[in-house]
């Protein structure tokens, strides 16, 4: 089975089994469904959503039948996964998050960084990119901006223009 990462539990919240999330995913309705399928770390435990909830810019995740600090503990700094059958397909020049993560970013076919993670914002999302010398940037994710994205080679060309970068 394929699966697409949609977030990493960073922590647990309050005694009752609450995991602190970073969220990967631009369908958080979607991904984390009650009593949908989630897979948890890289032996991709299933686990079944019992809640989630937005907290001060993280998700809080529960667990079914894991409502308690002790059970969930274990989980900390574990990546999330979905089954890939259970995602709706994306229409062309659409990508996932998780996809974009980690992509070398070029200009004029020059290496200028790599993409830290998208970003949601209200009226487009932002690319975060990690450059050469370790300073970061975001560059908005629209076709002003992004020349084409090419998984197969794990890169994004972004054009050029000043201030951009």
């Given at each position: 089975?394929?699966?697409?990462?949609?977030?990493?539990?960073?922590?647990?919240?309050?005694?009752?089994?609450?995991?602190?999330?970073?969220?990967?995913?631009?369908?958080?309705?979607?991904?984390?469904?009650?009593?949908?399928?989630?897979?948890?770390?890289?032996?991709?435990?299933?686990?079944?959503?019992?809640?989630?909830?937005?907290?001060?810019?993280?998700?809080?995740?529960?667990?079914?039948?894991?409502?308690?600090?002790?059970?969930?503990?274990?989980?900390?700094?574990?990546?999330?996964?979905?089954?890939?059958?259970?995602?709706?397909?994306?229409?062309?020049?659409?990508y996932?998050?998780?996809?974009?993560?980690?992509?070398?970013?070029?200009?004029?076919?020059?290496?200028?960084?790599?993409?830290?993670?998208?970003?949601?914002?209200?009226?487009?999302?932002?690319?975060?990119?990690?450059?050469?010398?370790?300073?970061?940037?975001?560059i908005?994710?629209?076709?002003?901006?992004?020349?084409?994205?090419?998984?197969?080679?794990?890169?994004?060309?972004?054009?050029?223009?000043?201030?951009?970068?």
């Amino acid at each position: 089975m394929e699966y697409v990462l949609i977030g990493k539990i960073i922590n647990t919240h309050g005694i009752q089994g609450d995991l602190k999330v970073d969220n990967y995913s631009d369908f958080v309705k979607d991904r984390y469904q009650k009593d949908s399928l989630i897979y948890l770390g890289e032996d991709y435990e299933p686990f079944k959503v019992k809640n989630i909830r937005e907290h001060q810019g993280f998700l809080l995740l529960r667990l079914q039948d894991n409502e308690d600090i002790n059970l969930v503990e274990k989980h900390k700094n574990k990546y999330i996964y979905k089954a890939k059958q259970d995602i709706k397909p994306l229409k062309k020049g659409e990508y996932y998050f998780s996809d974009l993560r980690d992509l070398d970013v070029y200009v004029d076919d020059e290496l200028i960084g790599t993409v830290l993670r998208v970003e949601e914002a209200v009226r487009n999302n932002n690319l975060r990119i990690k450059k050469l010398d370790d300073s970061e940037k975001l560059i908005p994710y629209l076709p002003q901006f992004i020349q084409k994205v090419d998984l197969d080679n794990k890169r994004i060309d972004v054009i050029k223009m000043e201030g951009l970068l």
